[in-house]
């Protein structure tokens, strides 16, 4: 019934509830503004927040839809405008302080005053050039912005005049404009000082001569007036939407920016799904091939699965990002893990029974893998908790993709897996024909493995020796080569460009250092796309970039634009490395308390030396170290955790039925027991990976690479470098629980009636 009423649940929400899509797959703008400190106003929690309802305002009136605007920590916002390719309008918006201001003209200034010898506000008087470039001298601040009601751009129909921006006052502003205006009409018509400037961010926008109609002392009553100008309609809608939004509270600095353009996104989600049918099918292929009749049921329920976790997504209004896509396939792989452990644990008991039954055996593999399942996920959410609160942006959106693929996994080979393989063995035809079931036999790899009986642990120094060796490869890679950190990393600005024709970055690079823009890094990507990347790049001097693009590579179009301040680089660095960190804490607190000190120690010691050499690799290959890069890091941690926490649970289990065989013919025991299990989940993982790979696309392929090279780490490392650790850590104790103490013999009694 529990099954049923999820599965039902699930295909309601799947059909009912749409996904939210990140800006990376339906393409648009993200712009994270960080608010400053002024001399009189502190940019703390409050005065975020007024910006933030100040941004929304404006943000609505750009008519932009399914904006979102979210705080992230004291002093930053996030924007994302979904459909916006124009970065720069949108962040002149967004980070345009407008503070309006009216101001009574004093008079004409001296020429050669200079214009920002004072600011609006500070003193009793300031010099700014007007409209025709003549310097006023203006009286300090009469009114602000906190006067107005609203503002609408106009077109003037009557005259022809062309556009302006009319403007109503609250009713505390009617009677301020009606002082303002009425004391400026007692002027003379062409004087200066009938004159009223209306100034916004230290620029007079317009400074009216109040018309000869309205009376000396009595002013503008009505509670309105207009700005007019040589405006265009785009202006004049600007002008208005910065008044109406009001001033904001604080300065805002625009720290990072992404656009991606709607084609990258759409290419994105086929070639993902692309991955996911592929992979999938190959995946289903193999575990039917394997397991026949409860491999079938074993795919069914991996259909549910993937029905679980998009409805959980829709459900919880989680944002769907191509990080988080990848890991909604990766996730299909991990699922196969739970059902491999099982089945295996189930074709264990049916070869142990003394009168085998498939239910039994079945009941049983359920029962005996349930811890070493539970561990293993639990320490997988513990990765993917990290990653959500240590980290930002698409990375998050991967977290709670892999998250939510957990727990549906785990709903999936506990509860469906089960309801279904539980009834097909019961059946009458199924159980004259237990070999159908794929659970009555032993399977080939452990067939292979009682035959040869390798003695794994004889000598385990020399697998250390052979993972030492790997890593003075990988840190030479490290020191050789460097690491080539990401823009995520470093800060800058990334622009990437699709071209009708291609283009060589060599002569890119060529013509845009003869541009004036040395020292760019140029790259390719894609078949017609090409990559700029510098430090500091203005959104005027991207103009010329595309422009010199252009005339080598024809029609020329912008898919990708990426912008990450100092600051930001910098705290994701430092986040980076505390994610990193406390990853490997928290799994060594969690497996000491699931097994014991030593085992955990030995886990975290592997997961230290699979991460070097993960890195090591990609620092050889050139690749980069970014956001991603750090996802597949930690998904890499969670799958290497869970091979070691299978093999240290059957460690465990042996060590409880014979406490006093020693501990490295247990560990032998243990790996040669889970070798099938291991084999066969990492061809599952296998099979999805090379598909991301291959029909992943540009934008995935060194996601699934890392994650690739991670696999084959991880199998290894768990198995022949964690067991021998365990094993030595073990011998510098002395002695183990798990290795008898020799007992000295006991003295023979004399028989009766003997002489001694």
């Known amino acids: 019934m529990f099954a049923l009423i999820v599965i039902a649940l699930s295909v309601y929400i799947a059909v009912t509830v749409p996904v939210r899509l990140g800006l990376d797959l339906r393409g648009g703008t993200q712009i994270v503004l960080e608010t400053k400190s002024t001399p009189t106003t502190k940019a703390d929690s409050a005065a975020t927040d007024r910006t933030l309802e100040v941004l929304r305002g404006r943000v ?148 009216p001569q109040v018309d000869a109609s309205v009376p000396c002392g009595t002013g503008i009553a009505d509670g309105s007036t207009r700005i007019t100008g040589s405006f265009s309609d785009a202006d004049a809608r600007e002008l208005a939407l910065l008044i109406s939004g009001g001033a904001l509270p604080v300065p805002v600095e625009t720290v990072e920016q992404h656009t991606v353009g709607p084609t990258l996104g759409a290419d994105a989600i086929e070639a993902t799904a692309w991955a996911a049918v592929i992979g999938t099918a190959l995946t289903a292929l193999f575990i039917i091939t394997v397991y026949r009749l409860t491999g079938f049921l074993a795919t069914v329920a991996l259909v549910c699965y993937g029905v679980i976790s998009y409805a959980a997504l829709a459900g919880l209004g989680a944002t769907l990002t191509l990080p988080g896509l990848a890991g909604f396939v990766l996730a299909i792989g991990m699922a196969v893990d739970a059902n491999v452990l099982v089945f295996e644990r189930a074709r264990e008991e049916y070869a142990g029974m003394h009168r085998p039954s498939t239910r039994s055996a079945l009941t049983a593999g359920f029962r005996n893998a349930f811890s070493a399942i539970a561990d293993s996920n639990i320490t997988t959410l513990i990765a993917a908790g990290l990653l959500f609160f240590l980290s930002t942006g698409p990375v998050r959106g991967f977290a709670v993709t892999l998250a939510i693929g957990v727990i549906a996994s785990m709903i999936s080979a506990l509860v469906i897996t089960r309801v279904l393989a539980e009834f097909a063995v019961s059946r009458r035809s199924v159980r004259r024909r237990p070999l159908f079931t794929g659970l009555a036999t032993t399977g080939r790899v452990r067939d292979f493995l009682v035959r040869r009986d390798p003695q794994l642990m004889k000598s385990p120094r020399r697998w250390l020796a052979v993972s030492a060796v ?286 001694v």
């Open 470 to 755: 790997v890593l003075v490869l990988a840190g030479t890679g490290i020191a050789v080569r460097g690491l080539n950190f990401g823009l995520e990393f470093t800060g800058g600005r990334m622009i990437e460009y699709s071209t009708s024709t291609p283009v060589d970055p060599e002569r890119a690079r060529t013509a845009l250092a003869d541009a004036g823009f040395p020292g760019m890094v140029v790259q390719s990507s894609g078949d017609n796309g090409l990559s700029v990347r510098t430090e500091q790049l203005t959104n005027a001097e991207a103009s010329k970039v595309a422009d010199t693009i252009g005339t080598l590579g024809g029609e020329t179009e912008k898919v990708r634009d990426e912008l990450i301040g100092p600051s930001i680089g910098e705290e994701l660095r430092r986040n980076a490395l505390i994610a990193l960190s406390v990853a490997l804490g928290a799994q060594l607190l969690y497996l000491a308390a699931r097994f014991r000190w030593l085992f955990g120690s030995a886990a975290v010691v592997t997961l230290a030396h699979d991460v070097l050499i993960l890195v090591g690799v990609f620092a050889w290959l050139g690749k980069p170290i970014d956001g991603v890069f750090l996802a597949s890091l930690l998904t890499v941690i969670g799958y290497s955790v869970n091979d070691s926490v299978v093999v240290f649970d059957r460690i465990r289990e042996l060590v409880r039925r014979n406490r006093k065989a020693p501990l490295p013919e247990v560990c032998n025991k243990a790996i040669l027991q889970t070798v099938p299990r291991t084999v066969n989940t990492g061809m599952g993982a296998l099979l999805i990976l090379a598909t991301l790979a291959v029909f992943g696309g540009d934008s995935l392929t060194d996601f699934a690479l890392a994650l690739l090279i991670g696999l084959v780490v991880g199998t290894y490392s768990s198995v022949l470098t964690a067991t021998p650790l365990a094993i030595e850590f073990s011998n510098r104790r002395g002695s183990t629980p798990s290795r008898p103490q020799r007992r000295k013999p006991a003295a023979r009694r004399p028989a009766q009636g003997a002489q």
């Open 60 to 207: 609505d009136a750009l008519g932009v839809a399914e904006p979102t605007l979210v705080r992230s920590g004291n002093n930053r916002i996030i924007v994302e405008l979904p459909g916006v390719q124009d970065p720069k309008k949108a962040a002149d918006v967004l980070g345009r302080t407008a503070q309006l201001t009216f101001h009574p003209v004093l008079g004409v200034a001296d020429p050669t005053e200079d214009p920002a010898k004072s600011k609006p506000g500070q003193s009793k008087e300031l010099v700014l050039p007007d409209e025709s470039g003549q310097k006023l001298r203006l009286q300090k601040t009469a009114m602000t912005g906190q006067d107005v009601k609203g503002a609408d751009a106009r077109f003037d129909q009557e005259t022809g005049a062309g556009w302006h921006v009319t403007i109503d006052f609250n009713k505390a502003g009617r009677s301020g404009w009606a002082k303002l205006t009425g004391e400026a009409a007692c002027k003379p018509m062409g004087d200066p000082m009938r004159r009223v400037a209306i100034v916004l961010d230290d620029r007079i926008i317009s400074s």
